[in-house]
């Protein structure tokens, strides 16, 4: 019989990782280096490996969702990742649909007074 937990835990993290691309793109209407990311989402509840991160970050401004720049005054050059305009009209319009796909959600997990499906 499978584990419930762990079946919870592998879909959840389907749904996250369906997440991850507004996450980040949402902290970066100002200038981050790519693992400041890290424990900014981690704080904000969406942990995201850099493993995951820094090939996101490359496609993303490969889509031309994000501009990047180097700095190199540190020691440790750090390539910082901004929105273009266009990661800027692609995010507020993502915002949009997920703010419609949230009210959506609510509206189907409250349906017949919050009962869970499979539980009468």
């Known amino acids: ?9 592998g879909l959840l993290s389907e749904l996250r990782r369906g997440t991850i691309v507004i ?14 990311l890290v424990p900014l989402l981690q704080e904000k509840g969406i942990p995201v490996d850099p493993g995951t991160l820094y090939p996101l970050l490359r496609r993303l401004e490969k889509q031309e969702l994000l501009e990047s720049r180097w700095d190199t005054n540190d020691s440790r050059p750090r390539k910082y990742y901004l929105l273009s305009p266009l990661g800027k009209e692609v ?29 009468h």
Request: zero cysteines.
């Open 1 to 9: 019989m499978a584990d419930v937990n762990e079946t919870i835990m």
């Open 23 to 36: 996450s980040v793109l949402s902290q970066l209407s100002e200038p981050r280096y790519g693992y400041s």
């Open 91 to 119: 995010y507020a319009g993502l915002s949009q649909e997920w703010r419609k796909l949230v009210a959506s959600m609510e509206g189907i997990l409250t349906e017949n007074g919050g009962e869970q499906h499979g539980s």
